[in-house]
Structure formats: C-alpha cells, structure tokens
C-alpha cells in the first residue's frame, strides 16, 4: 500500500532541512529532501511540500497537484511577501528560526488532514481549505453587525454543529462581552509578549469559551491604550492560526476604515457588509465599495450585503438596493427590537447547544441567512 505521508522539503540551507526533517519525521511522515526547486519537484505525489522562499520570490505562478499543501519557509516577517506567497496557492507561511513551536503544530495539523482525505487546492483560493474567516463589516456604527456575527457564530454552533470562534476587533468599544454576557479582562492584547511563535494554544488561553454554546470568544482590550499598541500583525496571525483549529472564524470588525480594519478584512474568506435600508447608510457604502475597489477587497474573498432591521416603512426595500448596488445580497433581517431586548437584557444566547433557539423574527432570518449563504 501506498504511504500517503509523503514530504518534499526543498531548500539549499542544510540546517533548515534538517529542522524540517526532524519535525515531519517524528509525525511519520516519509521526507525526501531537493536543493532546488525544479518543474518536476511537485509533480511525485507528495502530501506536503515545505519550500523555501528564495525559490519563491521571484514565482508568477506554482502549478502544484490539488492533493498537496505547500508550506513557504521564509527567513524574515515580510507581509507583502506572505500575500504574494498566499495568491502562489501556499497554504501557509512560517518564519524559520521563530516558529519552531507552530511548525510542530502546522506538521502535525496537516498529517491530520492528509489522513482524513482533505487536500488543498493549489489555487489562489487554497487557503479556503481551512476553516472560513467571515467579517463582518459596516463603515457606519450602529448597523447591527455586532449582534448579527454574534447569532451567526450561535447559529454554525448550535444548530451546525461547526467548531466556532468569534473575535472582537472592535477594541475598547467592542460589545461581544454584552452579546455573549461576558465579564473578563484576557484579551488579544495578552498575546503580544508570544507574537513570533503564536500558537493555538497561546490564543485558547486569552478565549473565553462561552458556557452555554460553547463557542471560543476572543475579546479585544477595554484599555484604550492597550488597543493602539496592538500590532496589525497580531491581527493577521491570530487569524490565520484560529482558521487552522476552528471550521469558522467570526471577525466582528469595527466600522471605519483604518489598519487594524484592513487586516480584518484582508483574511477574510467572505466579508459581509451589514446595511440598514435608508439613503444615509447606503451613501456610506458606496463610498465604502469605492475604497474596496482601490484596494482590491472583496474581490478574492467574496462580498456580500446583509439587509438588517427591514420594516414594511423603509424608504428602500430589497429590490431597490439591487438597482442601485451590484453587490449580490446575501441575507435579509428583520426589524424585531422587544423580540430581541429582552434577550439581552437577561444575558440569554439566541441559539443554544442543544440546537434550541430563541423564538424571534431575527433568529429565524439569521437561520435563513446561514443555511443560505454560509454552510450552502
């Protein structure tokens, strides 16, 4: 029988393959080892394939088989390098000397898969052969995003059965901790002292898992001095590891457009703008879809709009937001204030783990949205 733990390591650095060698051998997995980077090298059924980067900066393109993953080894940080290395099809990047604890994770996260029959893509989109990063996203406050990630997250775990983790993005002025009925003071902050060799479990220990859903919940810091120490490439990695451990990864973004926003957005699998039927808020998106444009959001993602708070009196209904904006309508939410304030009010989740849910106009959209356009 064919061995399907098969590895390829291809670099002229004799102590990084040996790093390498030694980390895929203890997982079991046969490792043959190239110092150059040929048409051929890919093409011999390997699993895994772990490459150096000299071989890939200079790439346009990598034709790999879609039943291998394709790991870059760079020898700094470089984002404008990891993106392009992203768009090659690589399914992940580590930083040789300061990730040696998440390279015994990532090998070991990939043996998994590799034994499940999960196999990555090489495509531009292969890194969606993780979990799914969803953000959700308004340039005007006060649309309901909070709200609406925090019933979509219940949703996938309660009712889907999907292993989810939600992350506050919004800093200070975050409101996952009203949402979830949540007092803590861990937050993504914390794990700025273990940036450079974040790992899943340096992140479950900031999470809060919420007692009665079960779903990981990734506070951002209530100290406004805290929240603009935070590095836009903690952002990026703490996403990047949950999307290697968890099938969702919910992404509440704060509204404006800022670094921090960017990163959010920029990770995302699909990013959903939240917008409320009126001509205010749909002059903010067109702005908003303008900016998208200049800087290439959603278009590798996917964008999606998700009405909320309709009523039969809105100056705009569903058909006339398709007229005037091309992007394709993904949910629609209606208004239901007392159905809902209550609800909050008591600290009571939407969706329960045992697949219950709260009776309201909301939860049953929000059901529709997720069966819809989310697990579909």
Not at 176 to 196: A, C, I, M, Q, W
Not at 206 to 227: F, R, W
Not at 347 to 376: H, I, Y
Request: charged share 25%; net charge negative; aromatic share 8%.
């Amino acid at each position: 029988m064919m061995n399907t733990l098969r590895a390829l390591i291809i670099s002229p650095d004799k102590e990084l393959t040996e790093n390498l060698e030694g980390a895929l051998s203890e997982a079991s997995f046969t490792v043959v080892k190239e110092e150059e980077l040929k048409d051929e090298s890919l093409q011999q059924g390997y699993a895994v394939a772990f490459i150096d980067d000299v071989f890939l900066k200079e790439q346009s393109s990598l034709w790999t088989p879609p039943n291998m993953y394709v790991v870059a080894v760079a020898k700094e940080r470089n984002f404008d390098a990891v993106r392009a290395y992203m768009k090659l099809g690589v399914y992940d990047v580590i930083v040789e000397e300061e990730e040696s604890d998440r390279l015994k994770d990532l090998v070991h996260h990939l043996k998994e898969k590799v034994e499940r029959g999960e196999f990555s893509a090489a495509t531009a989109d292969s890194y969606q052969a993780q979990g799914k990063v969803l953000s959700f996203y308004s340039s005007k406050g006060g649309s309901g995003k909070t709200l609406l990630s925090t019933m979509t997250a219940q949703c996938l775990k309660g009712k889907h059965k999907k292993d989810v983790v939600i992350i506050d993005l919004n800093a200070q002025f975050g409101g996952l901790d009203v949402t979830f009925g949540l007092e803590h003071n861990r937050s993504y902050y914390d794990l700025k002292p273990v940036l450079d060799e974040l790992a899943i479990h340096h992140i479950q220990n900031v999470a809060i898992t919420h007692e009665q859903t079960g779903i990981d919940v990734i506070l951002g810091p209530s100290n406004p001095e805290q929240a603009e120490e935070v590095e836009d490439e903690l952002i990026s990695r703490m996403i990047r590891v949950c999307k290697e451990h968890y099938d969702y990864v919910i992404v509440d973004m704060p509204s404006g457009v800022s670094a921090l926003s960017f990163m959010g957005l920029n990770e995302a699998s699909h990013i959903y703008y939240v917008l409320n039927p009126d001509s205010m808020s749909l002059r903010v998106l067109k702005h908003t879809l303008t900016l998208f444009d200049r800087f290439q959001l959603g278009k590798k993602q996917g964008l999606s709009l998700i009405l909320n708070r309709t009523d039969k009196k809105d100056e705009m209904t569903e058909a006339d937001v398709k007229k005037i904006i091309e992007v394709p309508v993904g949910g629609v939410i209606r208004s239901d204030y007392f159905g809902l304030q209550p609800l909050l009010n008591m600290g009571m989740p939407f969706f329960l783990g045992n697949g219950k849910k709260a009776k309201t106009k909301v939860t049953k959209d929000v059901e529709r949205f997720v069966e819809k356009s989310v697990v579909s």
